[in-house]
């Protein structure tokens, strides 16, 4: 086994070649070398070593919120947590250490893009998505489920699954809880997500308890693909759109199935902050308390600090790079549209006090020149500034909840909102 | 003067507020505060500072191929030396620290594309284009006269200059010697290139005799715009098409208008490159011995190789960069195109041994992956490496000079051309 591994890496040949199958089976395709044996070598029990490798710890709370460490084999996730979105094997404008360095702990894939190209296959045979895209801390993948409805066409949602056509050349293929599972293994994902079925908004309460339920037969049937993985986490996601009922009776099949971690999913499709708050009042108590909590897709900055203080742990949205790449600016005083003619002479940085390298380095007026121009770089710096952004602002609710001055925090982020950007020159 | 400069930085105000158009007048826009006032106050002569300022040194010959520095107050230039293009305040995908990391010394920028955007007023207003784009190092701008021809429209050529109606917005503007010297007055630039008219090809004797002579008039122009500017260099262009006479001629008309540095103008410009080595057989020769020859628009790695043995000390293409965007990667075994699906499954590094960070953490599988996606990235990996090749071409060409081995050199790197990539896996 240790050998076949050790070919893999030393010869740079497909993995299939030399023993990788057996490999995946195994322990899961990328595992850093040694990091799960070596616990074992150490003298630990199967179990405690299991539990070294896939552990929430909760160090603070303050109100409904909490603070802690999600630890996994390839490192520490800080919580509350924003994952920045790799849909396709790339944080979109940005090398990997520079999402590192902005102090990402996590990187989100997307099962439905990665699966039509360049393939899961394909990705398990150059090593896993890690070595793919030269990440070597926690990736979570989504389980598909919610993009094959949003991007696909041709779809057709049986017990089964999903069958549908790629959009990018047509190709036709099959999204299950089984099909997931498989592809997020081939993908090397350190946190799986259930395939579940995202109720669309709105929905009334059949529909919705129709949609809810085949998302609970389905997280049944992934937490049955999914195995015994040591070192590897399975999420489940509740569902039950706006009805708390529902989203009791989701969160309770989901603990009778019993995960590593479970989201809230549903939101974020439409209904709006207040009615997403309203969810998030009772939906995160439903879950359960010693296990990292996710809500999916969300999303603004004041999306999180409420969801935070609603008790969530996890956020993964791609609105800080796709607004980098349309010329938005999120600050402390809110986004700022470098595109405006405001920014043309402006020789002052984006932000105040950041030390991202687009603040750093450059005035307001070089981004709002680079961006009216089209320049690549427009949306490496306003990506990089985003995701740093959106990182400090992380940081703070951390250090928020483990001072106990959450609320005094808000309290702050919103009143610097509200003051607006600074004055033009 | 020392105050109005250091408030300028410190607030980081518009510079025009405090004084800025005096230190203009008097310096330059954005020299390095200190560098050339120090040299006089370590009790330099004028004389003795300015030569510091600006200086080449050739330090070892090999054949007609020379090899030294070109010293400049913001920084040496190690010649035979290749000039990244950084057209719009940008090497596209590039940052420009990221830029250096590759080893060049010296960056290129486009007069035309600064007057129209964001304009040279305001880059000056902002501090100059170094400071503007984040390169402290030595820039040279073009003088605007090659891309007026190429990409505006509604151009009129007169004794006078270049009207011209802006690719942009159709604003209409006139490029003249006096104005480039403007314009690249207040980018900053440290070395400037004298407004001249590039030849078409092919040119009869006729038309290209009035085209020499036009530019010749044009360069006296420039020198007498560009005035008395220590740490800072005037270039003149020789022209003359293919005509050995005409070159020469151009070349004695430079001599006696006196400048820094000599480039070789009208060439790459579709003649191919037998002809143009022909040109270069003896057009380095008619040019001032002890000044830098600058091959301008140049090149592909094997003109540059032919030219750097005839006797050319710098270049500047858009090439590396321009083909990274495309999916095409420079490596000692020629041009690779990694949108080609042979490299879809392939786990080797786009060039063995480069440490780039395409090929230290990625595979050629990766990039054709993120090229077929058109993911950013793509571009920022290929530009890289395609730069560090040709940084690394210009370091061999350099040593082999060094050691008196250049036309082993050359051979070799024939040699390795023509056995083409590597074989599929």
Redesign the interface.
Known sequence: MGAAVRIMFIC???ARDVGFEYFLQDEGAGLPLGKWPDLRQRGMSEQEARQMTFRFDISARDGRARSGTIHTPRGDIRTPAFMPVGT???V????PESVRETGADILLGNTYHLML??TAE?IA???GLHR???WDRPILTDSGGFQVMSLASLRKLTEEGVRFASHIDGSRHMLSPERSMEIQRLLGSDIVMSFDECTPFPADEKVARASMELSMRWAARSRAAFGDRPGYALFGIQQGSIYRDQRAESAEKLREIGFDGYAIGGLAVGEGQELMFDVLDYAPAQLPEDKPRYLMGVGKPDDIVGAVQRGVDMFDCVLPSRSGRTGQGWTARGPVNLRNARH??D??PLEDGCTC?ACR???R??L???I??D???G??LLTWHNLAYYQRLMQGLRDAIVEGGLDGFAASFHARRAEGDIDP?
């Open positions: 740079a040949r497909p396709a094997a790339t979109k404008a940005m090398m190209r360049p394909r045979a150059l090593g793919f895209m030269n043309r002479d020789p002052r390298p380095n450059y005035s007026a070089y709002h020149h680079v009216k121009a320049e690549i770089i949306s490496m020159i």
